[in-house]
Each structure stands twice: as C-alpha cells, then as structure tokens.
C-alpha cells in the first residue's frame, strides 16, 4: 500500500492547515490510520490517530483541542486538520496505516508511511 500525504505548507501562528493522506487501496478502509510529526533534531512523535471507522481516535496532549483527524475510507483518505498552529508544530507531518482496524499511538504496530509533508509555523 502506498500513501501520498500533501497539504503541507508555511502559515503564521494562529494559522490553520488541512493535511491529506490517500491511500493507493481501497483495502485501506479497514485499517487503524494515524499521523506522526518528526522535527529537526528531535525523532519522531505519535500526534493522532483514528481507527478504521472512526469510532475510536486519539491525540497526543500537545495537539489535543487543536488538531482533528477524519477519514473518509470511500476515498481513502484520511485528514489531519491542523488549527492554531504554534511554531513548534513545525515539523515532517507522516500518515501510516496499520494492518489492524484499532487506532494506535505505537508507531511500531504501523506497516506502510507516506513520504511526509512539510509543515512550517512562523511566530
């Protein structure tokens, strides 16, 4: 399986973003699907996650009530919406699926990874 992230770009603090995340299968629907964020110099962090139906999503403290993930498996795809954007959010935003239906926080139990895109927060 093959993900293609895009919606990355540079936006002021306060500012807002909607990351995609589509999947090259529709097998993908029955997949746990989650976001992870890698800054420069640091590894990367678990940020959210949605099980395969939705029923079941998790945040990381430093995005819960900012951050919203969705899916919508009829096009694949998974969403991260990014809103209030502070500058450490700066960073390589993946999506990664995993081959269980459950959301995960543990980026060991995911298989495939997009390519990452970029996210940049100026104060």
């Known amino acids: 399986v093959q993900l293609q992230a895009s919606g990355g770009g540079m936006v002021q603090a306060g500012g807002s973003l909607r990351l995609s995340c589509t999947a090259s299968?529709?097998?993908?629907?029955?997949?746990?699907m989650g976001w992870f964020r890698q800054a420069r110099g640091k590894e990367r962090e678990f940020v959210a996650a949605?099980?395969?139906?939705?029923?079941?999503?998790d945040y990381s403290d430093s995005v819960k009530g900012r951050f919203t993930i969705s899916r919508d498996n009829a096009k694949s795809t998974v969403y991260l919406q990014l809103s209030s954007l502070k500058p450490e959010d700066t960073a390589l935003y993946y999506c990664?699926?995993?081959?269980?239906?459950?959301?995960?926080?543990?980026?060991?139990?995911?298989?495939?990874w997009g390519q990452g895109t970029q996210v940049t927060v100026s104060s």
């Open positions: 990664a699926g995993a081959y269980r239906s459950c959301a995960t926080v543990d980026s060991t139990q995911y298989a495939y």
């Open positions: 299968r529709r097998s993908t629907s029955n997949h746990g």
């Open positions: 949605i099980s395969w139906n939705g029923g079941r999503i």
